[in-house]
């Protein structure tokens, strides 16, 4: 692992851009969220929830974070998988900081779990691949609203097999402390009637585990199909949560984004 300085944080990329910058507006807004998702149902092992704005995708987000909130006392790790929009490279990158920074607050990495995996020869320590990322930092203030305290090992995804991936869950997945949580939004650009034709068909996918998507399907593609991988194998089943897209919430729908979300549970 490479040196680095000691107590070093991630600043928040996306504040006041993605979500509100100033603290108790952030607060108010997650709690909204929250709020509206009508039942919390059972603790998953997992979820799938997309990245985009607030104003586009939150209320998708909460209906996976709003299950976690009977559970949450028992989560002290969070695996925070997300593909890369900005930076191109080969395998997966861990942050060489010492915690994620939002509006909200400071979460510690799990220092002892990326010593792990930065053994693994997929595995690059580089903050550069972090810096501007959104697809993670979107989701830690959600996190920072229905969890006690918790460490964070964030994945960011380049070049990488779903396989590959799918090898790191099985080192880091844990038991009912650790909560893998993926990162991804659904097909780009389409105009409406389109996209609900194709988000349909990748949410059958999601939900038959089914490790097919690809980046027309879906931007994390790889995240998913490794999470379906692992979720096999273990006997997980899914169920969607809640689905939309932007020209359901702030968008027009010539060309529109979709996004779902998806919590995996125990037979």
Known sequence: MPSRAANTSRAPAVAG???PLERDALRRDVSGYLAAVPARGPMPKAIVVPHAGYVYSAAVAAAAYGRLRDGAANVTRVVLLGPSHRVAFRGVA???ADAFATPLGSVPIDAAAREALSRRPEVVVADGAHRHEHSLEVQLPFLQAVLDAFTLLPIVIG???????????DDVWGGRETLIVVSTDLSHYNAYAHALRVDALTCRRIAALDP???GEDACGCIGVNALLLAAKRRGLVATQLAACNSGDTAGDRARVVGYAAFGFYPR
């Open 17 to 19: 851009l993605f979500y």
């Open 94 to 96: 861990l942050p060489a």
């Open 159 to 169: 070049d990488a097999s779903a396989e590959a991936v799918a090898g790191l869950l």
């Open 212 to 214: 097919v998507l690809e």
